[in-house]
């Protein structure tokens, strides 16, 4: 006679679902809940700002078309991008001199301008749009004092203009900017640029030839986060610019809270989005680039 088969069932298909969620471990709970919020909070608003744009007041492309043809829009974003590429370079340019006097410094100056580069993180954005307003608005501090000495006839015009907005976002961003380029300075050999000099190199050629090249990662990254940062920026310009120097954040919020064209404002976003998206795609792959080892 055959032996007999035994088969073992296993457990109700109704109990593995539980059985499953029983098993997670702390760190995938966290990060279904992370996911969770991100979903609820971040993806399925713009979703519906991607939506609208289509659908209101008419289903249809018609939005992205009118804004393009728009004379308005496009003379904002044309501001938008002159005012973005000028503070992307005089931030960079800044925070690389800064940076390298960083590394350059003995310990005691090192801590004493590390902490006046954090300081202006602990202050309000809007603290310090008032406080460049009362430095330099015609009747402020600044005017004031050239007048007093007869360095001017008559009060310059520092703010409220485009001026006053790029000094306030060079401002805000620099710590952004100092921060990623010193770390990878930081990393950098002090010895490498006098082996250069030892070898027949000026104090110029080992600079732009082994100390600049190595320090292409850290610059590209400050590049990319003030990049970013400046096509988005609303309260300095709001502040700074006076109504005078309109950028796309702000005058997406004038569509939203003055004048209610949803249509315009969930198209500019929408098209907001997808510049910065391909900005992210771009930079970070000029980052690989920046990050692979200089060719000797």
Same mark, same amino acid.
């Given at each position: 006679?055959?032996?007999?088969?035994?088969?073992?069932?296993?457990?109700?298909?109704?109990?593995?679902?539980?059985?499953?969620?029983?098993?997670?471990?702390?760190?995938?709970?966290?990060?279904?809940?992370?996911?969770?919020?991100?979903?609820?909070?971040?993806?399925?608003?713009?979703?519906?700002?991607?939506?609208?744009?289509?659908?209101v007041p008419k289903p249809g492309a018609g939005n992205y078309v009118a804004v393009l043809l728009n /004379?308005?829009? #496009?003379?904002? @974003? &044309?501001?938008?991008?002159? !005012?973005?590429?000028?503070?992307?370079?005089?931030?960079? =340019?800044?925070?690389?001199?800064?940076?390298?006097?960083?590394?350059?410094?003995?310990?005691?100056?090192?801590?004493?301008?590390?902490?006046?580069?954090?300081?202006?993180?602990?202050?309000?954005?809007?603290?310090?749009?008032?406080?460049?307003?009362?430095?330099?608005?015609?009747?402020?501090?600044?005017?004031?004092?050239?007048?007093?000495?007869?360095?001017?006839?008559?009060?310059?015009?520092?703010?409220?203009?485009?001026?006053?907005?790029?000094?306030?976002?060079?401002?805000?961003?620099?710590?952004?900017?100092?921060?990623?380029?010193?770390?990878?300075?930081?990393?950098?050999?002090?010895?490498?640029?006098?082996?250069?000099?030892?070898?027949?190199?000026?104090?110029?050629?080992?600079?732009?030839?082994?100390?600049? /090249?190595?320090? #292409?990662?850290? @610059? &590209?990254?400050?590049?990319? !986060?003030?990049?970013?940062?400046?096509?988005?920026?609303? =309260?300095?310009?709001?502040?700074?610019?006076?109504?005078?120097?309109?950028?796309?954040?702000?005058?997406?919020?004038?569509?939203?809270?003055?004048?209610?064209?949803?249509?315009?404002?969930?198209?500019?976003?929408?098209?907001?989005?997808?510049?910065?998206?391909?900005?992210v795609w771009r930079f970070s792959h000029l980052l690989d680039v920046a990050m692979a080892k200089p060719?000797?």
């Amino acid at each position: 006679m055959s032996p007999e088969l035994t088969v073992k069932r296993g457990p109700p298909r109704a109990c593995r679902p539980i059985a499953l969620v029983h098993e997670w471990s702390v760190q995938d709970r966290m990060l279904a809940g992370s996911a969770f919020v991100l979903v609820a909070c971040y993806l399925v608003p713009l979703a519906g700002v991607v939506g609208l744009s289509f659908l209101v007041p008419k289903p249809g492309a018609g939005n992205y078309v009118a804004v393009l043809l728009n /004379p308005t829009v #496009r003379s904002v @974003v &044309a501001t938008t991008l002159w !005012i973005s590429c000028l503070t992307v370079s005089i931030t960079v =340019l800044l925070a690389y001199v800064t940076a390298y006097g960083l590394v350059q410094a003995d310990p005691a100056a090192r801590k004493l301008m590390l902490a006046g580069v954090l300081l202006p993180l602990w202050i309000s954005v809007l603290v310090r749009n008032y406080a460049w307003i009362a430095l330099l608005a015609p009747g402020g501090i600044a005017n004031g004092i050239l007048l007093h000495w007869g360095w001017l006839e008559h009060p310059l015009s520092l703010v409220r203009n485009t001026f006053g907005v790029v000094l306030g976002m060079v401002h805000y961003m620099l710590p952004y900017a100092i921060l990623p380029i010193y770390a990878q300075m930081a990393q950098i050999e002090g010895a490498l640029p006098q082996v250069a000099r030892s070898l027949g190199a000026n104090r110029r050629q080992a600079f732009i030839r082994v100390f600049l /090249p190595l320090s #292409r990662p850290g @610059v &590209a990254a400050a590049t990319f !986060i003030t990049s970013i940062m400046s096509l988005g920026f609303y =309260l300095t310009p709001a502040i700074l610019g006076g109504g005078k120097t309109v950028m796309m954040a702000e005058f997406i919020s004038v569509q939203v809270t003055e004048t209610l064209r949803w249509d315009i404002a969930t198209t500019l976003s929408t098209l907001l989005l997808l510049v910065t998206g391909g900005l992210v795609w771009r930079f970070s792959h000029l980052l690989d680039v920046a990050m692979a080892k200089p060719k000797t």
